[in-house]
């Protein structure tokens, strides 16, 4: 199982970016996918998921401004961000909860908001 992250990038404080994730391999079932960050020196934090029924959560720190949504036709996952702030600069991950509930990390994508 493979998970191709991309997106990232250097934004404007309240700019936006779009990351998009793409799950390939061995997928029977996608149970639920998301998107996480980690900061350097601090533990990996969930951002969004969004499960098989499209029910979605997402951390408060993003509410109102980052909407996760997914593409079953192709195994994918998005996450839309608008109105960055300087303090979501960080190392982003997309996750997979695959098959028997198997999870599964991609490789990150570097978001920096900063003017």
């Known amino acids: 199982v493979q998970l191709q992250a991309s997106g990232g990038g250097l934004v404007q404080p309240g700019g936006s970016l779009r990351l998009s994730c793409v799950v390939s391999g061995n997928i029977f079932r996608i149970n639920a996918l998301g998107w996480y960050r980690q900061a350097p020196g601090k533990q990996r934090e969930l951002v969004a998921n969004?499960?098989?029924?499209?029910?979605?959560n997402y951390a408060d720190s993003v509410k109102g401004r980052f909407t996760i949504s997914r593409d079953n036709a192709r195994n994918a996952v998005y996450l839309q961000m608008d109105n960055l702030k300087p303090e979501d600069t960080t190392v982003y991950y997309c996750s997979a909860d695959l098959n028997r509930g198997d999870i599964y990390w991609g490789q990150g994508t570097q978001v920096t908001v900063s003017s």
């Open positions: 969004i499960t098989s029924h499209g029910s979605t």
